[in-house]
Each structure stands twice: as C-alpha cells, then as structure tokens.
C-alpha cells in the first residue's frame, strides 16, 4: 500500500515555529509534541505553549507568545496566529481543511487513517485466553475484545498481526476437576450439563476443599498423571478440553473474532526441559526449598517460579517457552498480552527472566493489562461461582434487540442479523467505552441502553447517514469537485474538524494500546453529526451546498464504519 500523507496540522505548524531562531533551542519532536488542542475552542484549535522556551530562554512567556505572533511567517493552512497569555493560539482556514479531509476521505473511503507504517512487521497480540473447564465469563470479554481490537487497529497501521489463543488448558485445576468428576460427577451428567457442569463439579471441589485438605493432595496427584501421560488422566483431560472449545467457539462466533494460533498453554510441554536446561547454563536457576527458582530480589520482586517441588511446571515457565518460541516462529517487533491488571506482577516477573537470559528482545515484550470486571460491586469469581455466561449476555442481548426492532421497524430486511450485530455490538462498545485500566461494574441496563452513549447510538448515527446517501443514490467518485466553500456553519465546521483528527487518534489508541480513544472520539463524532443534522437541512434546493452537504454525510458514514470495524463492531447500512 501507498503511504497516505495526511493533512496534519502539528507538522504545518511545527514548521512554521522552527524558521524562528529562538526555537532552535528545542528540536522538531519535543515542538510537535508541545502543541495542544485548547479545551475551549473559542481559543483556538491548535496551541503553542510557551513555558518550556520561557525555562530555557529566561523570558517571560507571555512576552515570547506577543514575539512569535508579530515574526511567524504566514502560511495558507493558518489564520494570523494569536498571542493569548503564555500560548500562541493558531486557527485552521476553515476552507482548506474541509478540502483537504473531505477530499482525503472521498479517495481513501474505507482506507480512511491507514497507513504503511508496521512496513508488514509482524505483531504478535496473546489475548482471549479463557481457561478450559472454567466457563467464559464476562471477565474474558475484556481481554477478548480489547486484544481483538488492537489486532485491528495495528493492522490498519500496516504492521502483520498474529492473534494467539493462549487458552489456559494446563495445570493444577485438572487435577482438581478430575478429583470431582471422579467424586461427584458422571459421563451422563457431563455430557448433558456440559460447561455447566464442569463448572459446577469445579465450584464443588473448592466448597470441599475448605472443609477437606487432603482434597488437595489428590487433586495434585491427578494433575502429576496427567503431566506423567497417564493414559485415564490424558483422556478425561482431553474430553474436558474438547467440550470447553466447542463452548467457546459459539461465543467467538458471536463475535466474529478468530485467531491465527490456538497454541494454548499444553502446546509448550515439551519445550520446557530445554528452558529449563537453558536457565541452568545461564546460571539464571536456584534452588529453594526443593523448587527451582530464578532470584528477582535485586529487582524487587519475588522469585519467578520454575519448577515445583515434584517437578511440575508452572504458568511463568509455559509463558518463557511461549515466548522463545514466538520469537522464533514469528520474530515479531513486539508482542502484547493482554490480561486482567492482577497479572501485572507475573508479567515483570518473567520478562525480566527473559533480559537476564539475556534477549534484548524483552523490550518488545508488552504487557496491557485492564481494570477488574465487578458484577453488582462484587468481583467475578469462578472459584464461588459468581459469573454471568458471556454466550448468555449476548444471547440476551440480541433478543432484547430483536424485540426494539420489533416494535420500532418491524417491516426491516435481515431483522435477525440486524439484531445480532446490534446485540453484540452494545456488548463489545460497553466493554471498550472506557480506559481499559479503569474497573468495570457490568450491568445488564448499562450495556443494553440504546441511547446515550452507547453501541447502538454510533451504529444508528451511521445508518441513518447511509439513508440520506441512498435517497440521493450518492457515488463518492462522482462528487471529487464538490465546493467546500460553502460548508460556512458552525455545525458542519466543528463536524469537519472532528473528522480531521481521526488518522491522529488511530496512531494514539495504537501508542497507548487504548482502543477507547477510538471509541470514545466516534461518541464525539455522532454527536457533532446530530448536532449538524439538526441544524443544517442537507436535501436543500441550492445543488452546491446539497453536493457538499452530501459529501459531508458521505464522510462522516464512511469514518463511523471504519472506527466501529477497528473496535470490532459491525456497521449495519439499514436499523
Ligand atoms: N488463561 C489466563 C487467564 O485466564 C490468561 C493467559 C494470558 N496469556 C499469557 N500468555 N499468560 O488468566
């Protein structure tokens, strides 16, 4: 793909600042990266502020901000800038940006913000990775949604994405779950009850457990043959694992979400006695209390764990054997992990491992982690049994949307998928609406309100632009002469400006791994819409002002379907 140069205005004005000798002292990045967007527009729409020239210059800012307006060349793209206080205060040339974006987003349509900058590294994103046996609860979906988005938004920058399922189908919780099936369970109820049951034989054991210690002991001694390839112990395992996938292969359908990997954590067994070997030479492993270990002290952290005391291998060991070999297999430029924020430890832990093993390559190693996922104030535990289903959410979600449907447009084509996409979509904004640090109370209203700021909203906002367009039978190639000239109001100003800043978000959710950006821009870019479409009738007699009206339209449609598409959310034409 052809690199695509957009209208960037920090870079007109990051030139035009260095023609002047006083800025000399800073270079070109730390200006382009001083330059705000002054939270009240009235101000301005681009800011220079002058404190950091003010430490180094021994000026007073002010006076620097008066300088810099009377000596900064002109330039066609700018206003006369204005000194206002310590900023200088810069305003784009309304008829030049609307050109400009409107015409980049009529050529690059559904292209809108790639780029070519990944050069088709490659990106290797671990996410999903519900743990079998254990349902796939709504805790699952943020790690599921937020991995699958940034697989998007990278993609869209140019690099080559590898998804991985690292589903959790190793360790000590078979044992546990064999130990209950062999006590409390059968072959008929498993086969019947299914996850459920598994779940319930799991929640048994840990009810059991507490009163009974030694359930404990049997439990590790199941997991022993199952790591020893006893033959009972393989086959139940393998039969637990199969049931699980097929569990979460209907919720993955619900999605639309695939991977290029479901190398889960067993694919690594018969890797880890060459890690193991490699610590030794590299004079990384100790031993304590039995177990081998290899000492973070001087890091501040507790030992990573290697080897059990019976020789069992543990999570951080798999994840070393994962990652040697992805970085073989893949030779990626970096690799993420997304996972719930109680992970932060494991993962210093073991990247660390990894630079003492001595990989420069522990750099690229990325952590993402997410806020927790409380239900009704209190956390998800599978352990107790407190989950809600994410195939059920969904379930109920595209049935609550069928029955809206129903009622406000019954006569609609394709109602079914409709509902579905919409469903599923009010679930996936709902979990990507906010900065993914921050803690998550899920509640069955919130995620299925249909107004507010919302899924639905954005795919609604989206399909009533693609009705006005297809009234008009609107061809984005037939209109490349529009006159932006005539796009004067306030409303259809601030719209053009908020498309503007979309190629710049994209690059900011993929340096911050924070898909809300995205989400949370398009919420602001459905409502200066509606804020247009309310003001500014677009089917007007004048045929300039209704072709550029139209183009618009055409803009903002085509910028929704590609932010919904990096969030992983369907665009429906029609609701
Ligand atoms: N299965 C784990 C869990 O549910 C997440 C695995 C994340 N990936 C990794 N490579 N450790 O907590």
Known sequence: MRNIQYLDYREIVTDLLCTQ???????????????????????????????????????DPHVIAQELQESLPASPYLEAPVATGPYLNFRFVPEQLGKKVLQTILGTRERYGARSLGQGQNIVIDFSAPNIAKPFHVGHLSSTVIGNS?????????????????????????????????KWGSQAAVEKGLIKELMRLYVKFHEEAEKDPTLDEEAREWFNRIENGDQEALALWKWFKEISLEEFQRVYDLLEITFDSMAGESFYNDQLPAVVSELKDKNLLEESEGALIVDLEQFEMPPCLILKKDG?????????????????????????????????????????????MGYDWAKDL??????????????????????VLLEELLQ??????????????????????????????AVVFGALSVNRIKDVTFSWEEALNFDGETGPYLQYTHARACSILRKVGFKPEEHLEFEPKVLTDKAALNVIKTLYLFPEKIMAAAAEYEPSLISRYLIDLAQQFNRFYHDCPVLVEEQTLQEARLVLVYAVKTTLAVGLGLLGIKAPERM
């Open 366 to 387: 990325i952590h993402v982690p997410f806020g927790w996922v409380n239900l009704a104030g209190e956390k998800l535990s599978t352990r107790k049994g407190k989950v």
């Open 312 to 356: 069992s291998s543990l999570y951080a060991t798999r994840d070393i054997a994962a990652a040697l070999y992805r970085k073989r297999t893949y030779d990626f430029v970096k690799a993420l992990y997304v996972t719930g924020i109680a992970q932060s430890l494991h993962f210093r832990q073991w990247f660390k491992v990894i630079e003492l």
């Open 21 to 59: 000798p006083d800025l000399n002292k800073l270079d070109r990045e730390e200006i382009y990266n001083l330059l705000e967007y002054p939270p009240d527009q009235k101000l301005g729409d681009l800011a220079f502020p002058c404190f950091k020239l003010s430490k180094i210059l021994r000026k």
């Open 150 to 182: 940034l697989y998007k938004i990278f993609n869209f920058l140019g690099y080559n994405c590898v998804g991985i399922n690292h589903l959790g189908d190793w360790g000590t919780q078979f044992g546990k779950l064999i130990t209950a099936y062999k």
């Open 396 to 425: 109920t979600a595209i049935q609550k949307t069928l029955e809206i449907i129903n009622e406000k447009n019954p006569n609609l084509e394709h109602k079914e998928e409709v509902a579905r996409e919409v469903g599923v979509g």
